[in-house]
């Protein structure tokens, strides 16, 4: 389609072509490795392990996320961090105040993560790169504040925050509650990698990469960049929610304190390392997140964050296009 | 030859092994070593709080010098979790499932205890002497395994009003609180006093974290006809309420304020030296600025401490105070326990302290505790702002049983 004449030969054409080039029996062997390695985990790794794990993917659904609409949609979102702790919100008020069940939550916080994405998208119409930035930024320092006022302090706990339990294994499954956490999370974020990766091979997909790098011949096109900037925005807070709602039974606890504007920074960064616009990227960038911290932590105790500072520059500077681009030039040179 | 006698060896050391295994088989005790886990925000909005963490550092290297504990020497393993709860449950599952300590110690912050107070619990490794002020660490019933040691704030109310109630029995009294667990503590604290009274006696009125100002509050106690004052808020509101008090005229009896927000440099500068001068708050350490502890035995103690393994820490941070006195606390406990590390053995020395007195608490405070109090901390001494300093007054006053 001429739609993706205008992007950079290097971003999606590559993918595609390699996603082409492969006959139906290749990939179904590629599907069966991914379960296999996705599954390993339960029976490798004890409790401790397997629950930083699911973290990890739990960060990299997040930063899937806000892939989408910054990675894919070039709007620069500094304010995941918001979608992420109304989602975790959501599922946890309706698990500790009406023992709903994990899976019932999960629509509902969807549901009111993508309306708000939606309706901060309007704003973001006429917002433009730092200003934007700025103005997501602006909800993720707002809403810890938001969470403990008085009005809905009901519900959301106030400062003391909510705690919820970890759903059990169903019956019959041998699963230890933490095991059945990671399966649950793994079912879920799977679901949401392969139907973004769906997307952003579709003409949609096409379309938001366009409205990204060409604004103007994208329009010229025909395409509504107001309604695709929008709902980009309202799949990614959608996405980002998801997480949140995952994160919130898997540490059993909601705080106001537990989404400071920290995290939403950790997601950009988990998005920057991983690969801008890589679906695949996005999963490394939630290991990063996750792991690098505790890797920092662990070489320096006085100053964390000096090591993590250089840790992340040495990264830009030897992957300045993430692991994603890493894999891409391997994979190139892999082909010739 | 030589192997056959190594193959001897191997096999004693194998018969053996067991045996030692069996005589200690909670995680984190060996016939030489005790690890004691603890996360503390090195990093974050509360990271000055950092320095307990590496006092207690010194702290354990000091001991292990001086020949450990029971013949064990102690490994303190310490965490940064950034103050953000979802980072201590991490931070906790890792010392407990990977690094396998006995217990944790003094971890850091409300908001991240609470986080992980019911995996402590479901696993039943002491989760002891917190960090925090919250009254619900003394809830003996419902989290037996999870202990706080300083006063909680709700201590320290009833500690004011028993005061009130001996100079002025018939006080209209005005509370401020922030509306949050904080706060209702001292509510909670005030009730305890006055019981049936409450009603009558006391005024309340809140206000939110997030308000800009509290001047409103202010003035509607003024006008209800109060004329003492409790002010339990955090820093900023304080500062504004003392100023406001001063400002529209109000001059009450007493003016008890929370010892949260008596910092010199963050509240009553801001506020106005001379505007808070009388008013009246509550210690249970000492004061290392303070110079009527020069020559105190105990303060002493802390400064050949610091001066031996903290050369370069500052000596004004009331912190490393805090810090010796509660490692002092843990180690009159695990000496107590006599070589047996059992987490209940432990659980059961940390609940029968009696009267222990660590080197930085003002005297006539002791630690005590018993399977029914897991308020290890319920004394306290008044002191009153000169404006210039604090100025400690009255003998120690003990919070009630409830």
Redesign the interface.
Known sequence: MSASKGLPADIAIPESTARVGTPAWQRAVWVVLGIAVAAAPIFVLESFHLFQLTMAVIMALAVLGLNIVTGYNGQISLGHGAFFAVGAYCTAIFMSHYDWSFWATLPISAAVCAALGFAIGFPALRLAGHYLALTTFSLAVAVPQILKHKSIEDWTGGVQGLFLVKPDAPAGLPLSADQWMYVVTVIVAGACFLLVSNLIRSRIGRALMATRDHPTAAEAMGMDIGSLKTRAFAVSAMITGIAGSLSAVAIEFVAPDSFSFGVSISLFVGMVVGGVASVLGSLFGGLFVLFVPNIAEAISKAAPGVIYGVILIAFLFLLPDGFAGLLRRVAARLRR | MLTRRHLLAAGAATLAAPAIGRAQDTPGVTATEIRIGNTMP????ASAYGVIGRSHEAFFKMVNEQGGIAGRKITFI???D?????KT??QT??L???DKVAFTFNQL?T??N??IL??MNQRKVPHIFLSTGADKWGNYQDTPWTIGWQPSYRTEAQIYMKHLLAERPNAKIGLLFQ????GKDYVAGVRDILGPRYEQMVRAVSH???DPTIDSQVVSLQQGGCDVMLTATTPKFAAQAIRRVFDVGWRPAFHYLTNVSISVGTVMEPAGPEKGVGIITSAYLKDPTDPAWDNDPGMKEWRAFMAKYIPNGDMKDGSYPFAFGIAQTLMHVLDKCRGDFSRETIMRQVADIRDFIPATLIPGIKVATSPTNFHPIRQMQLQRWTGSTWQRFGSVIEGANV
Not at chain 2, 42 to 45: C, E, L, R, T
Not at chain 2, 82 to 86: E, H, L
Request: aromatic letters at 16%; hydrophobic letters at 20%.
């Open positions: 090195y990093s974050g909005p310490t965490y940064d950034g103050y953000s709860p979802p449950v991490e599952r890792r407990v499932e990977q912050g908001a991240a609470s986080a019911r995996y509306n949050d667990d904080f939110e974290a997030t």
